[in-house]
């Protein structure tokens, strides 16, 4: 104390000790948490997200909308043959988002 005192610092009290000792166990605890919560999320779910994010139903949708009209289209990667398609396919792969990823079936 002395010493603390000597160097312009003031000692500290046991309260402030216990706090403090108190507040770097909860911060381990919390990092901890948080990196096992990280590890048990997809790569795909965006954090607090539960459940699957194209569902059956969502996914026949998507293919009907998507992978027919795709075809009909003329669609080979991001850019079909009928010029009207384009803006078309590119607004329905936003709305189906993750079903997008699913892609459509190989015929």
């Known amino acids: 104390p002395a010493q603390a005192v000597k160097e312009g610092r003031r000692a500290a009290n046991p309260a402030e000790m216990q706090f403090l000792k108190a507040a770097v166990v909860l911060v381990g605890a919390l990092v901890a948490e948080s990196r096992v919560g990280l590890s048990a999320l997809s790569v795909d779910a965006p954090a607090g997200v539960v459940g699957e994010a194209c569902g059956e ?51």
Not at 71 to 77: I, P, Q
């Open 57 to 107: 139903a969502e996914y026949e949708r998507f293919k009907t909308i998507v992978c027919d009209l795709r075809e009909a289209c003329g669609c080979k990667g991001v850019l079909c043959e009928q010029e009207w398609c384009n803006g078309y396919m590119s607004k329905w792969k936003k709305e189906f988002g993750a079903c997008t990823a699913k892609g459509c079936p190989v015929k």
